[in-house]
C-alpha cells in the first residue's frame, strides 16, 4: 500500500511511540480471577517465592509474558494468558497440527461424521488418565459437556461458558443450539447428535474451552476448579503466584510415553515488553512472546538467541459499544473510522511486522472479501458525518485502552494516545482509561465501555470464529463485546453455519463483511505477524496460528 504523508501531530506521536515502545502499557500485571463469574479476588498475602529453576539436571523452561492468568478452568476464560497455560494441562477430543490449523487426533483417536452432518461418532484413546488417577472415557466427556450445555446441571456456571455460548448457538434449549444430546456408546465411544449441521464443528472441538476435565476433580473443587486444574495433559499443575509466575510439571502418566521433553514449565509474568526482553537476554527467562517490533533485528543480531513469528491469524481493533450513544448513530462509527490513520499506526507499533486490516478477519480465511476497498485516512469526511449525525461540534468520550500487550495490539496505551490526537482535530476529545487486565476484560464483556481498544486471536481457521463470535446477536455478553446486533447479519451466519459447499458459505461470509463495513461495529486496524523471541537453546518451538503453543515437543540443550 503507498505510504500515505503523516500529520504533523501524529509525526510528533509517532517519534514518541518509538521513542517509549518499550514500555508497554506501563501497567501492573493483571489481578487475575480465580472464580468462574470473573470477579476479582483478594492478592495472597504470603511474600512471592523465587522462581523455581528445577534440580540439577532438570529441563524447566522459564516463559516471559506479558500478564498473568485470569483462571485456569478453561471452560470460563476468554483470554491467551489464561489459555496459554490450561491448553498444556488439559486436552480436547482433537487438536490442531504443529503450525497449522489442520485438526487432526487428540484424546479421541479417529472419528466418523454422519452424510447428514447431524452425527458425529469418536473413538476415545484407551489407558487415558487423568492427573488425579480417574479413568479418561466417554463418560467423562459426557460429563464435561453435559455441565456446559445444560443450564441446570449442578456445575453449570451461574455466568455461563461464554465460548460454549458463542460456537455452539446457545445452550440446551435454545433456538440455535447446536448439540442435541450427547451418548455414551461405550466406554470408549461417544457420540455427539446435533440439533442443525454446524461446518466448523470439528475444528471448534479443539479449541481451548472444550478441553476435558477430571470429573472428580470438578466435582471436589467446583467453582474453584480453576485454581486447582485436573487434565490428561503432558504437565500438571503445581502452583500459582499470583501477579509473579505459574508452574507446571512433568506428567510422568502420559498416554504418549515419549512426551514431555521437560521436566517443568513456569509461565513469568514481567508485564513491560522492554524488561522482558532484558530477562531473556540475562538468561533469566528462556522465551519470551510480546517482543516490541522494533526489537525484533536486536535478537537477529544476537548469537545467543532466536527470533520466531506466528502466522498472522489475529486482528486488533478500536470498537464501540453500540448501545450507548453517540456510538449508537453508524455515522458516528464511520467519522471515527475515517479519523484512524491505520497505515501511520501500523508504522509506529508494529515495525512493519503486520498490515493495515480492512475487515474484522484476517486475509487468509475462508470468505475473506477482497472487494471491500478501506475508507482512506480522511478527517474533513469524519467532521461532515460528525455533522450530520448531530456532532458539529463534536463530543466527550471515555477511551478504554488496554493495559497489557497482547500479539495484534502491543502497546494499547501509546496507540490510543496516538489516535487521541487526531480525534480531537474532529472535535472528540478523549479521556484515556484503563485497569488491570481481568477487570478490562470483566467490564468491557458487560458493556460499561463507549469506546475500547481490544482484539482477537483465531482459535480454529474458521470464518465462523470471527465473525460470528465477535459480532453475532448470540454473542452479546460473551465475545461480542460491542453489544452489536443484527437479524441480517445473525441469519447469514447462521446458514454459513450449516452451509457444507465451501463457494457457498465464502459468499455468505463475503455478504455479511459489506454490511460489517457500512455499519461499523469496530474499526479493524491491524493484522499482526507477532514476534517471539528465544534462547537459540531451545529446540522444537513452533509459534502456532491460534496465538499460543503446545508445549510437550519443545526441548531444550
Known sequence: ???????????????LALALAGCSGGQQAAQTSDNQGGQQQPEQTQPQQPTDTGKKGEKVLIYGRGGDTVNLDPATIDDGESSRVTE?????????????????????????????????????????????????????????FDRWMDKSNPLHSPEGFAYYNDMFGGYKGDPDHVIKEVKVVDEYTVEFDLNRSQAPFLANLGMFPFAIASPKALQEQKDKFGEHPVGTGPF??????????????KNPDYWNKDLPKLDKVVFKAIPDNSARLTALQSGEIDVMDGLNPEDAETVKANSDLQLLTRPPMNIGFLSFNVEKKPFDDKRVRQAIAYAVNKPALVEAFYSGLAIPAVNIMPPILLGYNDQIKDREFNLEKAKQLLSEAGYPNGFKAKFWAMPVPRPYIPNG???????????????????????????????????????????????????????????????????????????????????????????????????????????????????????????????????HPKGTEYLKKVDME
Open 1 to 15: 500500500m503507498k505510504k500515505r504523508v503523516l500529520s504533523a501531530a501524529f509525526s510528533g506521536m509517532l517519534a
Open 88 to 144: 498444556n494441562i488439559m486436552e480436547t477430543l482433537v487438536v490442531y497440527a504443529d503450525g497449522t490449523m489442520e485438526v487432526v487426533p487428540g484424546l479421541a483417536e479417529k472419528w466418523d461424521i454422519d452424510p447428514s452432518g447431524l452425527k458425529y461418532t469418536f473413538h476415545l484413546r484407551k489407558g487415558v488418565k487423568f492427573h488425579d488417577g480417574t479413568d479418561f472415557n466417554a463418560e467423562a466427556v459426557k460429563f464435561n
Open 236 to 249: 500438571k499443575f503445581v502452583e500459582w503466584q499470583r501477579n509473579d509466575h505459574i508452574t507446571i510439571e
Open 413 to 543: 496505551q501509546k496507540m490510543a494516545e496516538a489516535m487521541q490526537q487526531d480525534f480531537k482535530k474532529i472535535g472528540i476529545e478523549t479521556e484515556i482509561v484503563t485497569m488491570d487486565w481481568a477487570t478490562y476484560l470483566d467490564k468491557t464483556k458487560k458493556g460499561e465501555q463507549e469506546m475500547y481498544l481490544l482484539g482477537w486471536n483465531g482459535d480454529n481457521g474458521d470464518p465462523d470464529n470471527f465473525i460470528y463470535v465477535l459480532l453475532d446477536k448470540n454473542n452479546i455478553g460473551g465475545a461480542n463485546r460491542t453489544r452489536y446486533a443484527n437479524e441480517e447479519v445473525h441469519q447469514l451466519l447462521l446458514k454459513a453455519q450449516t452451509e457444507v459447499d465451501s463457494a457457498k458459505r465464502s459468499e455468505l461470509y463475503k455478504k455479511v463483511q459489506e454490511i460489517l463495513f457500512d455499519e461499523v461495529p469496530v474499526v479493524p486496524i491491524a493484522h499482526a505477524e507477532p514476534g517471539i523471541a528465544a534462547k537459540a537453546s531451545i529446540k522444537n518451538y513452533i509459534p
